[in-house]
């Protein structure tokens, strides 16, 4: 909200600069109060550039310009905030978007070759006795099967798991710290989401989950996980919380 009224005061700057070079000459700063006034304008002008390059000058006068007359009102008043918000909020997405593509892109030039080393594992994975390969490509093997009731995506449980890369090495671990872990089933990663709702309560399931049902080209940055690396976890379903 902070950028939205910045931009908001901005624009109100910006137009009495442009309706400035439409007909009033320009001042000169014959004393403090003028200086003043033109460093904030100079500083509003360069923030609005900054935050938001791609505003129509033209259509900035005009909105100014129908305030002022109260005159030809193309939006109305109560819908200023949510016509700013929505783009601002589309901007914001788009850019994400944006960027994840950008580092996808990046991963996929610098760790090609694990992504293949992944693929290659869960290839010859998937043939190995007992083990079970959903449509997603989500692999998983039944260490115990539990008799109690099975989870949705909607509800919370309680679990003990160990995480390990497909070399053996453990990246996280509530065996290993003694304590359970608690979450919403749909709030985790898509092969847990997807692999939790296999399990009754009681069972213990070993999950071979595909990068892409992991964490892909954006793992967690400085940990052990490498973008597009598969990942291996041994689950135990405690309990539905609720």
């Given amino acids: 909200m902070k950028v939205i009224k910045l931009l908001v005061v901005c624009t109100v700057v910006v137009t009495l600069i442009s309706c400035n070079k439409n007909g009033v000459s320009n001042k000169s700063l014959n004393s403090q109060l003028d200086s003043v006034s033109y460093a904030i304008g100079l500083d509003m002008g360069m923030k609005l550039k900054a935050n938001f390059e791609d505003a129509d000058a033209e259509l900035f006068i005009q909105g100014f310009q129908n305030a002022l007359d109260s005159t030809n009102i193309l939006i109305a008043p109560d819908q200023l905030n949510a016509t700013i918000s929505a783009y601002f909020q589309k901007k914001q997405q788009a850019d994400m978007i944006k960027q994840q593509a950008e580092a996808a892109e990046k991963a996929a030039a610098e760790f090609g070759d694990v992504k293949k080393e992944g693929e290659k594992f869960l290839e010859e994975n998937k043939t190995k006795s007992g083990v079970t390969t959903t449509a997603s490509g989500l692999q998983y093997s039944i260490i115990r099967e539990g ?31 003694g304590e359970p872990a608690q979450f919403g089933v749909g709030q985790v990663i898509k092969g847990w989401t997807e692999g939790l709702q296999l399990m009754s309560v009681g069972s213990k399931f070993k999950f071979y989950i595909p990068q892409d049902l992991a964490y892909g080209a954006t793992p967690r940055p400085g940990g052990a996980i490498k973008p597009f690396m598969p990942l291996i976890f041994e689950v135990e379903l405690l309990e539905i919380v609720k």
């Fill in 147 to 177: 008799s109690g009731e099975k989870p949705t995506a909607a509800s919370q449980v309680r679990v003990h798991y160990h995480g390990t890369l497909i070399d053996g090495t453990v990246f996280d671990s509530s065996v290993d710290r």
